[in-house]
């Protein structure tokens, strides 16, 4: 194995590189109709097309988090990781069906925004303050850590931070020009991180058909893994009992079975694709139909991206066991499995390894842009505009968004430069997921509430995101040394490290559930209709046929996938 890029291989990434910056500012130059407006700047004004919203979620929700850190879940768990893709699908029909027609009713910008027009400022305020925290210290920071580790590892060397910096910076040019220019550019990111990672993956399988001696191609390969490791591929972790092995233990605890289906994986997928600043500003600048086709469109790209970031982690688990990642190994003797893409990226030929290089650049680039232009959009409209400067010119608050997009990744490299917040210990993917599920219960709670029962206060959306954040924490880190390892809520097992653990999905679970319930309670006290309530009209979530028909097509998808993986 060799790490180096050829000559090919820099010449393809410099095509990418130099194509994507160049279509950037075509996009830039033909869509600009004199000074920009905030609507233009940070929602496009309704003129990205259903494909472009659909790719653009995509691009920025596919980043280094799925390539480096699913990829690495899929080395340890197997296809059971592939719920959250799997599931993410079936939420997307729900924002489709259900959430994006308020939405646009209300005439939303920002997340924020909503939850002011509906419950009041102070909550408005609470949760600007909690996502800008979140999206900057724990989304953007974990996408340039796992892309520059990921990226070096494959160039060799002692180039983390150049990469760092490098990715820092082609960021920054892509998001300064707005939503449309995000929206159009993730389009191609799309196309080039689909067709480089399917590339990967052709030839992790070609590959681990060859070190078989099977020589049948792709079709062997996928084979040889079924065979090989047979235990990643169920959907579905037993429970673990006094006799489990700690591996096994491990994998439960990230995917508890049956039970995260009925608890965390729908709390963190929907609070993810239907309450995230960073998700639904593709849609909130187009018309209900442009927007419903493209969540869908959305959706059916999500089905495949287990075979882009997935399977490649299941092949270097096989080849690790074969001894054929031997060089890929750490000082300790352990395989990272954050390095399981990377490790798969040094076997591919000249040429293919800057494809490869180019399509994992796409996804950290493209997620960057898109995080950091909805940390600008909320830092602007809804604390700089809202708080520190009300008279402030559209011209002006465009340009404070293009000084946040600066300062955002400016904080990012610094916490990213010696991992302060201990990401790589963590591993990617798990560090996202779970701290992200810290806010997660709470936020769901006002939004589903606050979406479709009339009777929900402020007062309790306020003690509702308090509460689902204590819950997280008590449930995640104190309540099996408070309560026990097990009670009639949740079953705490040990993680190896001599404490005992409840599944973050679970915890997540509970905490909703508590929250939901506090927030009844609390509202039931109230008005039987609030001042604020929505008012839902009928027909409002009538869908065409032509969206009815995608969306038999993806349940039906979903159902032969979870009956062959079950």
């Known amino acids: 194995m060799r790490n180096q890029l050829t000559p090919l291989d820099i010449a393809v990434f410099l095509i990418y590189l130099v194509g994507v910056t160049a279509y950037g500012y075509y996009i830039y130059q033909s869509k600009k109709k004199g000074e920009q407006s905030t609507k233009d700047y940070f929602l496009a004004e309704g003129s990205l097309t259903w494909w472009a919203i659909g790719a653009s979620m995509i691009a920025s929700n596919i980043s280094a988090e799925q390539f480096i850190g699913m990829s690495g879940s899929g080395f340890k768990v197997g296809v059971a990781v592939a719920a959250y893709e799997w599931v993410a699908a079936i939420v997307l029909i729900i924002v489709a069906v259900f959430f994006m ?10 997340m924020p ?132 092995p700690q591996v096994e233990v491990d994998k439960y605890l990230s995917l508890p079975g049956i039970a995260m289906y009925l608890a965390g994986q729908w709390i963190v997928n929907l609070n993810y694709w239907g309450c995230n600043q960073y998700i639904t500003q593709r849609a909130l600048g187009a018309d209900l139909h442009t927007a419903r086709t493209g969540i869908l469109f959305a959706a059916i790209l999500k089905l495949m991206m287990p075979v882009i970031v997935m399977l490649p982690g299941i092949a270097a688990y096989v080849l690790y066991k074969n001894g054929s990642l031997q060089a890929e190994m750490s000082s300790t003797g352990a395989f990272n499995s954050d ?75 610094a916490l990213t430069w010696k991992d302060l917040l201990g990401i790589g210990g963590e591993g990617g993917f798990q560090f996202i997921q779970k701290y992200t599920g810290f806010i997660s219960p709470g936020i769901l709670a006002i939004f589903l509430l606050g979406l479709f029962w009339k009777r929900t206060t402020a007062t309790a959306a306020i003690v509702g995101v308090l509460a689902g954040f204590v819950m997280s924490v008590f449930f995640n880190n104190y309540a099996p040394a408070v309560l026990g390892p097990e009670t009639l809520l949740y079953t705490a097992f040990p993680n190896g490290r001599g404490t005992y653990e409840i599944p973050f999905l679970i915890c997540m679970g509970l905490s909703f559930a508590i929250t939901m319930l506090l927030m009844v309670a609390i509202s039931l006290v109230g008005p039987r209709v609030s001042a604020k309530a929505i008012e839902l009209q009928p027909g409002l979530f009538r869908v065409s046929r032509q969206t009815l028909v995608l969306i038999v097509i993806i349940l039906l998808l979903i159902t032969a996938l979870y009956t062959k993986f079950w």
Do not use: C
Not at 102 to 109: A, P, R, T
Not at 128 to 139: D, E, H, K, P, T
Not at 373 to 387: A, E, G, H, M, V
């Open 101 to 110: 027609p308020v939405f646009l009713k209300e005439k939303i910008f920002t």
């Open 339 to 413: 390095n399981a893409y990377s490790a798969i990226l040094t076997f591919l030929p000249d040429g293919l390894k800057g494809l490869s290089m180019a399509a994992l650049t796409a996804a950290i680039v493209a997620s960057m842009a898109g995080k950091v232009n909805s940390i600008s959009t909320i830092f602007t409209l809804d604390i700089y505009k809202r708080y520190l400067n009300t008279e402030a010119t559209e011209k002006k608050q465009v340009w404070v968004g293009r000084l946040t997009i600066l300062a955002s990744v400016v904080i990012s490299v």
């Open 113 to 244: 925004q909503f939850l002011e027009q509906r419950y009041n400022s102070t909550l408005s305020l609470i949760m600007s303050i909690f996502w800008l925290f979140l999206y900057v210290l724990v989304n953007l920071t974990s996408i340039l850590y796992l892309g520059a580790l990921a990226l070096s590892n494959l160039v060799g060397g002692d180039t983390f931070h150049v990469i760092i910096v490098l990715l820092a910076l082609f960021s920054i040019l892509i998001s300064i020009g707005g939503m449309k220019v995000v929206g159009y550019t993730d389009v191609v990111q799309v196309v080039v991180l689909v067709v480089g990672g399917l590339v990967t993956t052709y030839i992790a399988l070609t590959l681990v058909s060859d070190k078989f001696g099977l020589g049948g191609g792709a079709i062997s390969g996928f084979n040889a893994l079924m065979s090989k490791a047979p235990d990643h591929f169920h959907m579905i972790f037993p429970k673990p009992t006094a006799d489990t």
